[in-house]
């Protein structure tokens, strides 16, 4: 299973980006699909995740409002679509593969990781 992150970049507060994640090496119609992120020195922690079929979607309370995640089951890529982004979201943001619809938040869960892009948000 290989997850390819990308879409990270520097960006300016109230700026937006779109992360993607191409997904490969199995099929993926009964996982969830999740972001995390991780700044320097602080705990990874759950950003979004979706049911690939889309039924489920979760957001992080912090994150509300500047958050869409979809996926395209045709692409086997799952989309983060940020907006509003302030210097508190620079982080490395990672997407995840797992199987457990009713732990999405927690990272544990996850069974496979990508590598992980940066997003840096300019004040």
């Known amino acids: 299973v290989q997850l390819q992150a990308s879409g990270g970049g520097l960006v300016q507060a109230g700026g937006s980006l779109r992360l993607s994640c191409a997904a490969a090496?199995?099929?993926?119609?009964?996982?969830?699909m999740g972001w995390f992120r991780q700044a320097p020195g602080k705990e990874r922690e759950f950003v979004a995740g979706i049911q690939w079929s889309g039924g489920i979607v979760y957001y992080a309370d912090s994150m509300k409002g500047r958050l869409f995640i979809s996926v395209d089951a045709a692409k086997n890529t799952v989309y983060l679509q940020m907006n509003s982004l302030k210097p508190d979201d620079t982080a490395v943001y990672y997407c995840?593969?797992?199987?457990?619809?009713?732990?999405?938040?927690?990272?544990?869960?996850?069974?496979?990781w990508g590598q992980g892009t940066q997003v840096t948000v300019s004040s």
């Open positions: 995840a593969a797992g199987r457990r619809y009713d732990r999405i938040r927690l990272k544990y869960e996850y069974d496979y």
């Open positions: 090496g199995r099929t993926f119609s009964n996982y969830v």
